[in-house]
């Protein structure tokens, strides 16, 4: 009888860790367990707003994908595991696995009061199209724009969107003649914001900031959010539209189970992406904190490089070998302002930025296509 795989989520991850078990094990069987059989190509909801893309181009039926991978598919939410993980609980029913990698993905955090009155833009197609309809209607006025993060997991931020999303919405207003009405401010409760992508890049960053006159209010914690804007430790930062990204932390359903989790609330993981004292059960992607350089990145490139070695360390260990393959610690980010784009490249061993040029604009968009094109001639 052949070896039944699970595979928890339809992101970066879940998707990189089904593709690669069918190519090693093709006759295994696998399912994948997720909300919807729908891939959101999240990189890209930053040019949502300025009208660069529709929602309905980052949005993939996965249908065609399954069926050409031999994928079984469940629609359910994960609700908890049970005997050591050989059983995941689901409100679809109990799913057994004979091996497992957990992708479901991180969450916001959401304790900071009146955080109802921000847009996160990562949450999905439906906030980037609220985003874009705020601005549309905007003819005068201050944006405020920033992000947060995880006091118990430093590397749980998500900030590269948030500047592309602030310098993408500044050209958009420049092209429609609105930038003179309409102020841009960048608030932070680090002084030096982005610290992932090393020094170098956050001097650039926050340079190209003060060439597009975008006002910066950093170093000060935000306390609360109204419709007045977002009060911090140092003063009151008006805006009439904030634009958040909450810090992260792993998923709630890990809340019913026994998985281990760090102090930042994520599955724990190992070097090779096991989870510790599960037997065959292994994370990838921003469910799971990994050991790693202290800027080790929650972006989907990092996901797909530990899915792969998930998925892999699992056929091992099937095969009653150790687990051995280590996903490389690497960064890589265009910081895009819809006319330009700025790369930073970060390894173990270096750090590049490279500055403003339109190809690296081209370059983001030629990899979004080649990405979808393996998803959507499936």
């Known amino acids: 009888m052949s070896d039944h795989f699970v595979v928890l989520g339809a992101g970066f991850a879940a998707l990189t860790a089904a593709r690669t078990l069918r190519s090693k094990a093709p006759q295994a069987r696998i399912t994948l367990v997720a909300h919807k059989a729908e891939f959101v190509y999240l990189p890209s909801l930053i040019w949502v707003p300025t009208g660069v893309r529709k929602s309905s181009d980052l949005v993939i039926d996965l249908a065609p994908f399954l069926h050409k991978h031999r994928i079984d598919f469940l629609a359910a939410e994960v609700t908890g595991l049970q005997d050591g993980g050989r059983t995941v609980l689901t409100t679809g ?159 709630s359903w890990t809340h019913n189970s026994e998985l281990p989790r760090s102090p930042g609330g994520f599955i724990q993981a190992d070097a090779h992406c096991a989870v510790p004292g599960f037997e065959r059960v292994f994370v990838a992607g921003d469910a799971g904190s990994y050991p790693g350089p202290d800027w080790l990145p929650k972006q989907a490139h990092m996901a797909d490089l530990q899915a792969k070695a998930a998925a892999e360390n699992l056929l091992l260990v099937m095969q009653g070998q150790p687990a051995q393959h280590v996903p490389k610690a690497e960064l890589v980010c265009i910081v895009d302002t819809v006319d330009s784009g700025i790369l930073v490249f970060r390894d173990e061993n270096k750090t590049i930025v490279l500055p403003p040029s339109r190809a690296f604009t081209w370059a983001k968009r030629w990899f979004e296509g080649k990405y979808l094109k393996d998803y959507r001639s499936a």
């Open 93 to 251: 029913g109990p799913v057994e696995n004979d091996g497992l990698i957990i992708a479901t993905g991180g969450r916001f955090i959401k304790k900071l009061p009146g955080i109802e009155h921000a847009i996160a833009l990562c949450e999905g197609v439906a906030a980037a199209e609220k985003i874009r309809e705020r601005l549309l209607a905007m003819d005068s006025g201050r944006i405020a724009c920033g992000f947060g993060g995880n006091p118990q997991e430093p590397t749980a931020a998500r900030g590269g969107p948030m500047f592309e999303l602030l310098f993408g919405i500044d050209t958009w207003l420049r092209r429609q003649r609105k930038r003179d009405k309409v102020e841009l401010v960048f608030f932070n409760a680090s002084d030096k914001p982005g610290q992932r992508l090393g020094e170098r890049a956050v001097t650039n960053l926050l340079s190209h900031m003060a060439k597009r006159r975008i006002d910066t209010h950093l170093g000060h914690k935000p306390l609360r959010m109204s419709p007045e804007g977002v009060e911090t430790e140092g003063g009151l930062v008006k805006a009439d539209l904030i634009l958040f990204m909450p810090g992260m932390t792993g998923p």
